[in-house]
Each structure stands twice: as structure tokens, then as C-alpha cells.
């Protein structure tokens, strides 16, 4: 049997246990462009203080050779914590900026997801057959375009503006280290600048193809929506079964109110309306039971078997049952002809009528 093809978007409840796992949707290019552009321009501001810190570096190590007849173990020892620290002084400042770019603009797109469920082992992955497929995957061929559009985009930025800057590479000879050292740095910042812009529009379009070739990797088929739809909601027909249950009970606990009631008023056959007043409690006669066809002929039966009087007033019953919940004194409009019915009743029990109906 063909697998069913999955056409419907994923569902809140999907995309929450797929973030779980670590399988969002990110674009790398623009970290990478985020990555390049803070990187130079963090290169170009510290530029002066790195000159300064290898000129120390360079002087410091000369000096020692001047100093030194014989280098011993302790010697190399010592070359080695101070060269280190030399370069932990010079490269540690563009490693941590390096570091929090990266980890912002990946947190960025991310919405600050941390989860190490990705960096499970998945032996799935093994399989070479899995391996063929995607290769020539359209993912694949989608970053082999990318690949090779960066590389002709980036060699020729970098063949133009070296041509450009050609003519004057004659007067390098005429300057000092810091002029040779601002002139090949501003023929890179002007690369870097420019492939920043072209990244910056490929980033765009990647993270649109990424967005979409995500949301089309999680539908769902319409089956498994419903099976979802069941596991979170629980089975319709079960609920069906359940509303069916509780009505019943509720009929069977309305059915043992009518004995208590002290009239039911129908309409003859198709509505019947119980109404019951306690006049130590309540402000206006309740509706203990209603109900429409068979479930009225049943109040009334009832009614019939415990002496309850039963009244005919067709508008009356109408109106209480539709105006009236089981449960809910009746309201205003209504008090004037339940007061009339009562008050028959009660005549024939000898019961005086309270006056808040009248």
C-alpha cells in the first residue's frame, strides 16, 4: 500500500516536538555573512593594537638571543608560556567576538533553542543507499549552487579590485610597513564589503528556501491529523459515547426531581415543564425538569404515578422550556402565569401563594 502523501501543514503540537529535537529550520549563510563582516571590521579596529602587540612580541624575542649564550629545557619552557600568552593577547579578543557572533545569530534564528538531541548518534545515517539519495537530493544540488555561485562571485570581486589596485602597487616600495599595510588593508575591506552585500541577498534567498524546505519536511498526511487530532482530543466516537452518557445520567437525575415538583405544566404532548417552589429558599419557582416528545410523556407519566398536578397551558410550557434552563428560577416575564398556576394549585393543596409572585 503507497504511503499516503503528506499535503497538510504541520501541526502546533508537531512543531513543538520537532523543536524538542533540535530540527528547526536556520539559514547558515546568514551567520556566515554575519560572521565574515564583524570579523573583518573587528580585524580592521584591532589592527593597531595587534601591530603593536607583535612588534612587542617580535622585540622582546630578539632581545633573548642577545641575553642567552645556551637555551636549556627551562628556557624552551619559558619560550613556550610566553609565546602563548603573546598570542592569547593578540588572537583571543577576534576568537571570543568570532564566538558570540556565531552564537547570536544562531540563537537568533533559533528563538534561544538549546538542546543536545541533535548531536545524538544516528546510525540511519550509515545507510549508503540513504547516502545516494542525498546526494542528488535537491537540498544537494541547492548547496552545490550556492558553492559554486560564492566561488565565482568571490574570485571575481577579488580579481577586480586587485586589478584595480595594481597600477599603484609600484609606490608600496616608496612606504613604511604601516602604509603597505593600509593600502593592501583597504583593497581587502573593499572585497570584503562588497562580497558582504552579494552575501547578504544570498542569505536572504537561503533562509526563504530553508523556511521552505522545512515546512515541507514536516506535513503531515491527513491521517496522521487525525490520529493526532484523537490522541489529543480523544476519539470522537468515544467522546460521543461519553456526552451520550452524561445525558443519560442527567435525564435519570431529572427523572427523580419530577416526585418533587408541585406541578408540571405541557403543552399537552410535546413539552412538559416541572417547576417546583420551596418558599423558605428560593426568590421564584425553579425548573427541576423539561423535555420534549417521549422525554415529556415520560415527565408526565411520572408526574401522573406521584400525585403531582399536571396543568395544560401550551404558550406557557413553550416559553419555560425554551426560556429556562433545568436548574434556574424563572424569570420575570414569567412570573404573572406560573403566579396563576401556583396559586390553582396551592388552592387545591391548601397552601397559601407567596406574595413576591404577585
Known amino acids: 500500500m503507497a504511503a499516503e502523501e503528506k499535503t497538510e501543514p504541520a501541526t502546533a503540537k508537531k512543531r513543538r516536538e520537532q523543536r524538542k529535537e533540535g530540527n528547526i529550520f536556520q539559514s547558515k549563510e546568514i551567520t556566515t555573512v554575519a560572521l565574515v563582516a564583524i570579523m573583518f571590521y573587528s580585524l580592521k579596529f584591532l589592527m593597531p593594537f595587534l601591530l603593536q602587540t607583535a612588534s612587542e612580541a617580535i622585540h622582546y624575542f630578539w632581545s633573548l638571543l642577545y641575553e642567552w649564550e645556551t637555551i636549556g629545557d627551562q628556557d624552551v619552557i619559558r619560550l613556550g608560556i610566553e609565546g602563548a600568552a603573546f598570542w592569547a593577547k593578540s588572537a583571543l579578543p577576534l576568537l571570543l567576538i568570532c564566538a558570540l557572533v556565531s552564537v547570536v545569530a544562531t540563537m537568533m534564528q533559533t528563538q534561544m533553542l538549546v538542546t543536545f538531541k541533535a548531536l545524538r548518534p544516528k546510525f540511519s545515517k550509515l545507510n549508503p543507499l540513504k547516502g545516494l539519495q542525498n546526494m542528488v537530493s535537491l537540498r544537494s544540488m541547492v548547496e552545490l549552487v550556492k558553492s559554486i555561485l560564492k566561488i565565482i562571485v568571490l574570485g571575481y570581486l577579488v580579481w577586480r579590485n586587485f586589478i584595480k589596485h595594481l597600477e599603484k602597487a609600484p609606490r608600496l616600495m616608496d612606504m613604511d610597513i604601516m602604509g603597505t599595510v593600509d593600502f593592501i588593508g583597504d583593497m581587502v575591506m573593499t572585497t570584503v564589503l562588497q562580497a558582504c552585500v552579494f552575501f547578504a541577498f544570498l542569505a536572504v534567498g537561503d533562509y526563504i528556501y530553508q523556511k521552505f524546505s522545512y515546512e515541507k519536511q514536516i506535513r503531515m498526511s491527513k491521517q496522521e491529523v487525525k490520529e493526532e487530532y484523537k490522541n489529543t482530543e480523544g476519539d470522537p466516537q468515544i467522546k460521543g459515547k461519553i456526552r451520550q452518557k452524561q445525558r443519560e445520567m442527567a435525564q435519570h437525575r431529572m427523572m427523580a ?102
Open 257 to 358: 426531581d419530577v416526585p418533587s415538583a408541585d406541578v408540571v405544566i405541557r403543552n399537552p404532548t410535546h413539552f412538559a415543564v416541572a417547576l417546583r417552589f420551596d418558599l423558605d429558599k428560593d426568590n421564584a419557582p425553579q425548573v427541576i425538569a423539561k423535555g420534549a416528545d417521549l422525554l415529556a410523556l415520560r415527565i408526565v407519566r411520572i408526574a401522573e404515578e406521584n400525585d403531582v398536578p399536571i396543568m395544560e397551558n401550551k404558550p406557557l410550557a413553550r416559553g419555560l422550556y425554551d426560556a429556562v434552563d433545568i436548574g434556574r428560577e424563572i424569570p420575570e416575564q414569567f412570573y404573572g402565569p406560573v403566579a396563576e398556576v401556583l396559586a390553582f394549585v396551592y388552592k387545591l393543596k391548601n397552601k397559601k401563594l407567596d406574595g413576591r409572585l404577585l
